[in-house]
């Protein structure tokens, strides 16, 4: 394990967070350094059956058709699948799994599985039966899965990430933090090089 942590503040339903994660990747390919997983509540308000991104952003569709196209052009500069989204859902439960996923496993894949099931599938990730079947394409046990959804067993693990969010001050997703310094947004793989570099992080 590197003695190097940079902490990612990110959320299932965020797009930019599904790009950010993409350069993520790039960025374990070249340092030595662990990536830790901080899930931020993006629209912890949002309802169990979703909110229109109508709703969500106040407007009309034309723009909603914009931002879907420009979100398309810039995952397809990073070869990710992207299909056009009408709806947020709430993603409490998501990252309560994925917290659970990560304490067996911090290489789990369940967290690029939540991604693809919302960004391409268009899937309802707040619903214990999507969840359910992320659970099983990620190799993990659906028992225990549902034992945790149940019972919240991960509640206090993800109100940790949640009020870590608060200390740090991030009130947008992606951030990454290094040594108390962050950047934020979906930075250009460039970028976070140039981020890591400055700490003189070790590369592989």
Known sequence: MSSHKLEVFTDYVCPWCYLGDSR??????????????????LHPDTPKEGKSLLDLFG?????????????KNLMSNENLPYSNRTHTFNSRLAQEIGSWAQSLDNKTSIHDNFFEAYFVKGLNIGLESVILEIVAKSGLD?????????????????DKDWEKSRTYGVTGVPTYVYNNHNVVGAQPIENLVEFLNHFGVSKL
């Open 142 to 158: 659906e028992n225990e899965a549902n034992d945790i959804i149940k019972n919240r067993i991960f509640k206090s693990s993800v």
């Open 59 to 71: 407007t009309n569709q034309e723009d909603i058709d914009n931002k879907n196209q420009n979100m």
């Open 24 to 41: 993520v990747k790039k960025l374990k390919k070249i340092f030595d350094v662990d990536i830790q997983i901080i899930h931020f509540p």
